[in-house]
């Protein structure tokens, strides 16, 4: 998997230097020390605002709306405990129907290394071992519209009716995004592996592993898949306050930088600007494209009641 050499920090602090400047980057530390500590203080109030959600009694219209119980944080936590194990075993129904396609998975995340690129195992395991990983994957991606749900589902209760309207198209919206995000990634893949397969030339023998690359497969698809869901993420840390829209508008480039030290991670190729542009391409457009999005969920300053004339 991809991982953070000296080289990488180099690049990124000789690109920070040249798209900030000195000055800049001294005010860039600050900043990011000043948003780390905002974003602590306003989590800080996150166990308040859960404790402000309505039990399930209310949620089903079963309890008294004039004395509605709040639930508590525990009570909270084992809510989500449950929604955690739901979509674990969806994700496990689907892996296990996946697995008897697991030959069909293989051989499409094959494709993109060539029509004559062969992988090897090297332990009595790895057949059941491989094949469970690429069954777990197809799980987590066919799985993905109920683990949505009860992400959401969880969420919802703590909205207003006029916030809930938004929850069925959020949820189409995450999965279609992770859709077209692991969709996005293997269309990469197909020009990364060539390119990563040349690099060793005549004079080295290249023996591939199979586990090593559906590893490297599978997480290059995984994180462009949640990479896509950047709308969503943003749009949410904006609802519940512990972001500002004005501060996205005034942040955009601290934000692609940190996108292409995101696409530069995640892209093992030698080239260290042209692929990790493309990758960053379409997570700019949805940081954009969330950022506008903004103006719909953003929460409204509340006004201020006109004091009440008083007659002579």
């Known amino acids: ?22 000055e800049r980057m001294q005010e860039l530390a600050r900043s990011l020390g000043k948003a780390v500590a905002e ?18 009694s209310v949620e089903d219209g079963t309890g008294d709306q004039s004395g509605e119980r709040r639930m508590t944080l525990i009570e909270h936590i084992a809510e989500l405990r449950i ?12 892996a296990t129907v996946a697995y008897f396609f697991s030959d069909e998975i293989l051989r499409l995340l094959k494709a993109p290394a060539g029509a004559d690129f062969q992988i090897n195992a090297f332990s009595p395991m790895d057949g059941f071992v491989i094949r469970w990983k690429v069954a777990l994957y197809g799980g987590v991606v066919l799985a993905s519209p109920i683990w949505a749900y ?7 209760p703590g909205l207003t009716a006029r916030e809930r309207r938004f929850v069925f198209p959020m949820l189409v919206a995450m999965a279609i995004l992770f859709l077209l995000g692991t969709v996005f990634g293997y269309v990469m893949l197909s ?12 004079e080295i023998n290249y023996l591939p592993n199979a586990n090593q690359y559906i590893s490297f497969v ?6 462009c898949g ?11 840390l904006v609802k519940v306050g512990i972001l500002k829209a004005d501060s996205l508008k005034r942040q955009r480039r601290i934000a692609y930088f940190l996108l292409f030290v995101f696409a530069e991670l995640v892209t093992p190729v030698a080239d260290p600007i042209v692929a990790p542009m493309i990758v960053m391409t379409p997570l700019v457009i949805l940081y954009e494209a969330a950022i ?5 969920v953003a929460p409204r300053p509340e006004r201020k009641a006109a004091p009440a004339s008083t007659s002579g």
């Open 1 to 22: 998997m991809p991982g953070l050499d000296p080289g990488h920090l180099i690049l990124f602090f000789l690109i920070a230097l040249i798209v900030f400047g000195p």
């Open 39 to 56: 974003f602590q203080r306003a989590s800080q109030g996150l166990p308040d605002l859960l404790n402000e959600r309505p039990s399930a």
């Open 83 to 94: 929604r955690i194990v739901k979509s674990a075993v969806a994700i496990l129904v689907a």
């Open 150 to 156: 009860e992400l959401l589902a969880f969420i919802a």
């Open 191 to 202: 020009g990364m592996v060539r390119i990563l397969v040349d690099m060793f030339g005549r």
């Open 218 to 223: 599978v997480f290059f698809m995984l994180a």
């Open 226 to 236: 949640l990479a896509f869901e950047l709308p969503i993420a943003v749009l949410a």
């Open 292 to 296: 506008f999005a903004t103006r719909f």
